[in-house]
């Protein structure tokens, strides 16, 4: 099982993963209440199902508050695992130690063990190697530090260079921004997206996007 969310990080830690020897067989993507868009970075269903598509995985979504994320995230990782017969869950954490803690916590209780391609590896490297094998990333969400500017972007060197340059993680790993990777190696085409209106929600922005 991947942990997906349809950004960068964890279409890295999926193709790190499978050069490592595993083989992902599902992916799963947390929604919000509703079940239309994702958690943090607010992707409609229809984009995380094509880009399962793209891939020729499934995607499986849940919708949930954050009060019962844990435990809904725990039984249905119980249900993949019988479903799918995975012994393992992939996810795209870099260097936070207490994101490590949960995530091998869910995992041991669901019979699991949480593997963590790009843990402890320097953030701004992993950026740059993700443009450099081919994944196509653009900034779907971010804080009040950056603004609405930035959003649709694709995530470039010289980019990477601006964020770094207003005191932004070049990966974004403190949450200052959260991605939705439109191509990769391991997509059979790119995927077309249309960017749209700019939203403020809390000390949070997020573009619309819907797929062509």
Known sequence: MVSWSGGKDSCLALINARAQGHTPVVLLNMMNENGKVSRSHAIPQEI????GKLMGLPVVT?????????????????????????????????????????EEMVCTQSGLKALLPLWQQNRKALVLEMINIGIEAHIVSCNETMGATYLGEKITPMLIDQLEQIGVDACGENGEYHTLVVNAPMFKNKMQVQFGNKIQNGNYWFIEMKLL
């Open 62 to 102: 849940k919708p949930v508050s954050w009060e019962q994320y844990e435990e809904v995230f725990i039984s249905t990782l119980q249900e993949l695992k019988e479903k799918y017969s995975i012994e393992a869950g992939v996810f795209g954490d870099i260097d936070l130690q207490e994101h490590r803690n949960w």
């Open 48 to 51: 995380l199902q094509q880009q």
